[in-house]
Nanobody, 129 residues
Framework: QARLVESGGGNVQPGESLRLACLGS????????VAWFRQAPGKGREGLGC????????EFSDSVKGRFTISRTHGEDTVFLEMNSLKPEDTAFYYC??????????????????????WGKGTLVTVST
């Protein structure tokens, strides 16, 4: 059964950086666009950004644009979320997701959660002094 597994979460101080990884298991993740989401305690899920299957396109929400980047390593079925200048309000569970129906192909990607059909279980990021 295909799975997505996030890793790299942890406790950091404000201003620090952290890199999360999303690894595909029993899925050739290289074939799919991947998106990152987060959910803070007591809040709804927020789409952060995405990367196309080709890796040529990335898109970000305004809340993280300029601070977060997404990259992927083809051949390793891994997508990374690099988070810089972290703030306490970035504290949340972070999830990667993909669309196995391949709605997003080629150079396209999206961060609409309803388009995602496979989700990881998340990794917790805590930003505090």
């Amino acid at each position: 059964q295909a799975r997505l597994v996030e890793s790299g979460g942890g406790n950091v101080q404000p201003g620090e950086s952290l890199r999360l990884a999303c690894l595909g298991s029993k899925i050739t993740l290289d074939f799919y666009a991947v998106a990152w989401f987060r959910q803070a305690p007591g809040k709804g899920r927020e789409g952060l950004g995405c990367i196309s299957s080709t890796g040529r396109t990335t898109e970000f929400s305004d809340s993280v644009k300029g601070r977060f980047t997404i990259s992927r390593t083809h051949g390793e079925d891994t997508v990374f979320l690099e988070m810089n200048s972290l703030k306490p309000e970035d504290t949340a569970f972070y999830y990667c997701a993909t669309d196995l129906l391949n709605y997003y192909t080629g150079d396209s990607c999206g961060i609409e959660s309803e388009d995602m059909t496979l989700w990881g279980k998340g990794t917790l990021v805590t930003v505090s002094t």
